[in-house]
T-cell receptor
């Protein structure tokens, strides 16, 4: 039972470098989300997708881009990493109804130096 | 904007004690509320999901209640164990596009 899988689990970047975080789900869910978790602030939504080929901005989208070329995958990109993007990133998925349960990945701990 | 508050931020209890964690939210127009557990350095594990039409849900030693009109939910843990030590998060869902999270309650159960 894989559920939601994130890669990588840890990463250290230098300021200005780029990287892509991969999220994969095997539950055939329509909705996928990227959150960041910072101390004292809870989880905040970066971007989300309501289906293959569609993406939308969340609460804190600046500095990030996303793509959903396949239904099971949701990619989060940082084009030019900044220290303010040091955080733990979580991917989640759910079915299309508002009453459905959200499932989360194990997280990616990113440090930008 | 939906605001979710969890009180207390941290709680220490002796093993065997029953305890209650609190979650409050500002906008009662929600589809559901979900309680999660997060261990240090780990992901979020879903514990209980309560639909807006429900009053409570139970799973083993856990019982979650929801009073949508007053914007409150509680997570009751019976006969606490050291293995229950973790951070507990609640999240409300106003629609399919987002979940709004509280900052969590860090629980320590002392053997």
């Amino acid at each position: 039972n894989a559920g939601v899988t994130q890669t990588p689990k840890f990463r250290v970047l230098k300021t200005g470098q780029s990287m892509t975080l991969l999220c994969a789900q095997d539950m055939n869910h329509e909705y996928m989300y990227w959150y960041r978790q910072d101390p004292g602030m809870g989880l905040r939504l970066i971007h989300y997708s309501v289906g293959e080929g569609t993406t939308a901005k969340g609460e804190v989208p600046d500095g990030y881009n996303v793509s959903r070329l396949k239904k099971q995958n949701f990619l989060l990109g940082l084009e030019s990493a900044a220290p303010s993007q040091t955080s733990v990133y979580f991917c989640a998925s759910s079915t299309w109804t508002g009453s459905s349960e959200a499932f989360f990945g194990q997280g990616t701990r990113l440090t930008v130096v | 904007k939906q605001e979710v508050t969890q009180i207390p931020a941290a709680l220490s209890v002796p093993e065997g004690e029953n305890l209650v964690l609190n979650c409050s939210f500002t906008d009662s127009a929600i589809y559901n509320l979900q309680w999660f557990r997060q261990d240090p350095g780990k992901g979020l594990t879903s514990l209980l999901l309560i639909q807006s039409s429900q009053r409570e849900q139970t799973s083993g030693r856990l019982n979650a209640s929801l009073d949508k009109s007053s914007g409150r939910s509680t997570l009751y843990i019976a006969a606490s164990q050291p293995g229950d030590s973790a951070t507990y998060l609640c999240a409300v869902r106003p629609g399919a596009n987002n979940l709004f999270f509280g900052t969590g309650t860090r629980l320590t159960v002392i053997p």
